[in-house]
């Protein structure tokens, strides 16, 4: 701290900012006069270096990122400018910011790699073999391994072989954020800004589309994905036939990349956080791993697609993981039950039909039961309190069951007539009963509305 201090004088307060998976540590720093700038600590220098080099040379080419203010000598503590605290995430609805973050990628890409030095990028210049492969294996021991599932080794090392391959000869190249999804652009007078590019390097343009129109907490639908991958081919200016043959295998290695990173951080470090967006990119994966697509990838789609290909090893005595995952999901009866993506058989399903249905009424259709005025209806009506009490109770005691027998998974499922009204309020309110009832417990606590894909816990 007192390297920052030493770079801001007239610093009022340091505020934390919440990191997720990297180890630097930030601030949002006040200074006297009342504007605000941000404060970053890092131990890996040549990880510093890499940010300040980018920082300063995508600015010297208008391209929206944080301008670099200060620097310690040491290099491992920097100041940037402060682009508030709206990430795109945030607004993730809004489908015009999306389609101006589209429209700003390849400018990241291809101009930005004019006279760009890759020598100067961390850890290493550009894509090959060799940093294809550490993400593969990423996955596999990071996830695959931690989860027990049973592999074949040899013919996974030939997939990877073989996926490796086709992602090297796609083409064109340029500069690769890598880490390019909505949690990393920020939103200020509504424009876009590109805040985390440190591991950026030479590569297919194709993995950064993969890695935002993909990203499983975002929740795009298909279709929504399919318009920005054809706004994207119009502003790159990319070969459209090439582009689009290539890049289902960049959307399959980037899940398999993550899913390695969420194991690694959930697992293996046991950050409830990670944990809980398993089951999201699991899904994600699943849907995208079409085995007439990927004919050569039959032991990663048999492994991933099977009843038994979890985020853990479901329902079994004694797991190492100790983490127990509770699923609370809601969903429309119209549409059918939760697909079990566990393969355990699913767990508790709650009708709440039988409650007052706040949907039949004018002000509330356009409404979910995570507004206000829907809580209060549910709330005044007083039957949705009497419904969960007695949920809880079956729910409060399987969960103590489950961390004691070292089971992984529960799901728990609320249904209604549409899933927008009874059943998002009494899943969004189960999932916060159980976070606080059960905090400092290993247990991972998810919450999926189904029909709203757009609520967020």
Not at 167 to 180: I, S
Not at 377 to 402: I, K, M, P, S, W
Request: charged content about 20%.
């Amino acid at each position: 701290m007192q390297r920052l201090k030493s770079l801001i004088p007239d610093a009022k307060s340091f505020e934390p900012i919440t990191g997720s998976g990297s180890n630097r540590r930030y601030w949002r720093v006040v200074r006297a006069d009342g504007t605000s700038v941000i404060g970053a600590i890092g131990t890996v220098t040549t990880e510093n270096d890499a940010f300040i080099y980018l920082s300063g040379y995508f600015s010297s080419r208008d391209l929206p990122v944080p301008r670099i203010l200060a620097v310690s000598p040491d290099r491992t503590a920097y100041v940037q400018e402060d682009l508030g605290d709206t990430c795109l995430l945030d607004r993730i609805t809004d489908t015009a910011l999306v389609a101006k973050t589209i429209d700003m990628l390849p400018r990241f890409q291809i101009n930005g790699a004019l006279g760009l030095d890759f020598s100067r990028c961390h850890p290493v210049p550009e894509m090959d073999m060799t940093s294809v492969m550490w993400d593969l294996n990423y996955f596999k021991y990071c996830y695959l391994k931690l989860t027990g599932l049973e592999i074949d080794e040899p013919r996974l090392e030939k997939e990877f072989q073989a996926l490796a391959s086709c992602l090297l000869m796609a083409k064109p190249w340029g500069f690769m954020v890598r880490d390019f999804q909505s949690r990393n652009v920020m939103i200020r007078d509504n424009m876009p800004y590109l805040i985390d590019f440190q591991g950026g390097r030479r590569g297919p343009v194709h993995y950064d589309v993969a890695s935002f129109l993909w990203q499983a907490r975002a929740g795009l639908s298909a279709e929504f994905r399919n318009s920005m991958v054809e706004r994207y081919i119009a502003a790159s200016g990319v070969d459209a036939e090439e582009f689009r043959t290539s890049l289902p295998f960049f959307v399959i290695f980037r899940m398999l990349q993550v899913l390695g990173a969420y194991g690694f951080r959930g697992y293996h470090e046991r950050k409830p956080a990670f944990m809980q967006q398993i089951p999201a990119a699991l899904t994600n994966l699943r849907e995208a791993m079409n085995p007439a697509v990927f004919p050569y990838l039959s032991e990663i789609t048999d492994t991933l697609l099977s009843r038994h290909a979890t985020h853990s090893s479901v329902g079994s005595d004694n797991d190492a993981n100790g983490i127990l995952t509770v699923e609370v999901l809601s969903f429309s009866y119209k549409k059918g039950l939760p697909a079990d993506m566990s393969g355990n058989g699913g767990g508790f399903v709650f009708d709440c039909r039988a409650i007052h249905n706040p949907g039949r009424y004018e002000p509330y259709k356009q409404l979910t039961g995570k507004d206000a005025p829907v809580a209060e209806f549910l709330e005044n009506d007083g039957e949705v309190f009497t419904f969960l009490d007695h949920c809880c109770a079956l729910v409060d005691h399987a969960v103590e069951r489950y961390l004691k027998r070292g089971f992984t998974h529960l799901q728990i499922a609320f249904g209604c007539t549409g899933g927008q009204h009874r059943s998002v309020y009494c899943a969004a309110a189960m999932a916060a009963r159980l976070r606080e009832k059960f905090a400092g417990q290993p247990i991972a606590v998810t919450e999926t509305h189904r029909e709203q894909p757009s609520l967020r816990p």
